[in-house]
């Protein structure tokens, strides 16, 4: 089981992690929520479901390219101009649905901490993290949205351009990056397959 997800009977996926796994996983979850920004703050709206529901969100796109990749425009080829319409239209969709995959996003990352904090690892031993269907399906969430934050950061656009950088010396700086974004794509399979299994 250690390092890829395994089965649960009766549903879920458990995967043995050590300290150093641990550790990595939940710092990267914490920097994803740092990334995606603050929840709901609480205000005078915040228990009116049908206030939220109308809530505004931004109707531009995020100028960071992790966040533009992790919050895409709904219509329209991001490589070509878009006309008045489409630019009009991809804001109106943004305005009303951003604020929720934020919400998303960060719930699936928090999920990931939270399990990870209930977790007891002590020195050379692996604790064996299980994980409830729901909590799997948050965790598929987070692992992908690091994945394209880091994919976005390396400049990986396609299948081809991942292959120069897998070939990086030691001492390049980007390789312990390289190194997190092929570990949690391994993760994110297993989990996967664990879960079809």
């Not at 031993?125 to 976005?152: F, H, K, M, Q, Y």
């Not at 030691?170 to 297993?190: F, H, I, S």
Request: glycine share 10%; aromatic share 6%.
């Amino acid at each position: 089981m250690a390092g890829h997800f395994e089965p649960l009977a009766g549903g879920g996926a458990a995967v043995a992690l050590d300290e150093v796994e641990v550790s990595i996983l939940r710092s990267l979850a914490v920097q994803l929520l740092e990334l995606i920004g603050p929840g709901d703050d609480g205000g005078p709206d915040a228990a009116d479901p049908l206030a939220r529901l109308f809530a505004e969100g931004p109707s531009e796109p995020p100028a960071d390219p992790a966040l533009a990749r992790l919050f895409p425009d709904a219509y329209g080829d991001p490589d070509r101009e878009q006309d008045r319409q489409e630019r009009a239209h991809a804001a109106e969709f943004r305005r009303y649905t951003e604020n929720d995959l934020r919400t998303r996003k960060r719930e699936d990352a928090l999920g990931m901490v939270r399990s990870l904090d209930s977790l007891t690892v002590s020195g050379d031993d692996a604790a064996v993290l299980r994980l409830g269907p729901e909590d799997c399906g948050r965790w598929l969430g987070a692992l992908n949205d690091l994945r394209l934050t880091i994919g976005t950061r390396l400049e990986i656009t396609n299948e081809d351009d991942g292959d120069e950088l897998f070939r990086l010396p030691d001492e390049d700086p980007r390789k312990p990056m390289v190194m997190a974004y092929l570990w949690l794509g391994g993760l994110q399979e297993t989990l996967v397959e664990a879960l079809m299994a």
